[in-house]
């Protein structure tokens, strides 16, 4: 089993659409990413977050560390959106302290 | 500042060849990070370093992968000799330090292994 898991794989909305993509994971975290990438292949880190819920735009990330969960919303979505989106966890300590590990990412794609 | 920048952005090579992978992290940031994306496994951190010294390179597929850092401002992967499953693209990043710290990362260095 991953250590880090995300749900949906692949995700179709329509413009407008609110959207929520799913991240679990099974390690003990300091902090959780959310990243986007687009198609030309740049990584953009949009949230880092370790408690609670943080606000850009029209994005919304929340994380609940008892659950081991965290969402990524997107409200009014737009085809500009459209990517991969890839939930990230930055490992607690021990030998694995300050380490990425990656969930497979979500593909959104926002039709008009 | 220009961020994270990688050289070459794209490579191609025959298999058996050295192939080596540059990164300039943005200025004052004291983590560096490698990572190489492939469609079947995604995102994986290969090597990090601290203050220029590796934290942890256990992500570093075998002996044929090296990674170095000789100061604040440069880091080299290196591959040799390189194989076609070694086709990926590598993506640098870097972090004000290695824990509750944004990463920034590189555009990344496609690399194909004929």
């Known amino acids: 089993k991953n250590e880090v898991e995300q749900s949906p794989q692949n995700l179709t909305a329509q413009e407008g659409e609110f959207i929520t993509i799913n991240c679990s994971y099974s390690?003990?975290?300091?902090?959780l990413h959310w990243l986007q990438q687009h198609p030309g292949g740049g990584i953009v880190s949009l949230f880092m977050?370790?408690?609670g819920k943080k606000k850009h735009g029209r994005l919304i990330a929340t994380i609940n560390i008892q659950e081991k969960h965290s969402s990524l919303h997107i409200t009014a979505s737009h085809p500009r959106d459209s990517a991969v989106y890839i939930c990230?966890?930055?490992?607690?300590?021990?030998?694995?302290?300050?380490?990425?590990?990656f969930g497979q990412g979500t593909i959104l794609t926002v039709h008009p | 500042d220009a961020g994270v920048i990688q050289s070459p952005r794209h490579e191609v090579t025959e298999m058996g060849q050295e192939v080596t992978l540059r990164c300039k992290p943005i200025?004052?940031?004291?983590?560096l990070f490698w990572y190489r994306q492939t469609m079947m496994r995604g995102l994986e951190l290969l090597i990090y370093?601290?203050?220029?010294?590796?934290?942890?390179d256990s992500g570093m597929p075998e002996d044929r992968f090296s990674a170095k850092m000789p100061n604040a401002s440069f880091s080299t992967l290196k591959i040799q000799p390189s194989e076609p499953r070694d086709s990926a693209v590598y993506f640098c990043?870097?972090?004000?330090?290695?824990?509750?710290?944004?990463?920034?990362f590189g555009p990344g260095t496609r690399l194909t292994v004929l």
């Open positions: 370093f601290n203050n220029n010294v590796p934290i942890d």
């Open positions: 977050l370790s408690s």
């Open positions: 390690v003990g975290i300091s902090a």
């Open positions: 990043a870097s972090s004000l330090g290695p824990s509750h710290n944004e990463q920034f």
């Open positions: 200025s004052g940031h004291n983590s």
């Open positions: 990230a966890v930055l490992h607690a300590g021990g030998t694995s302290y300050g380490k990425l590990t």
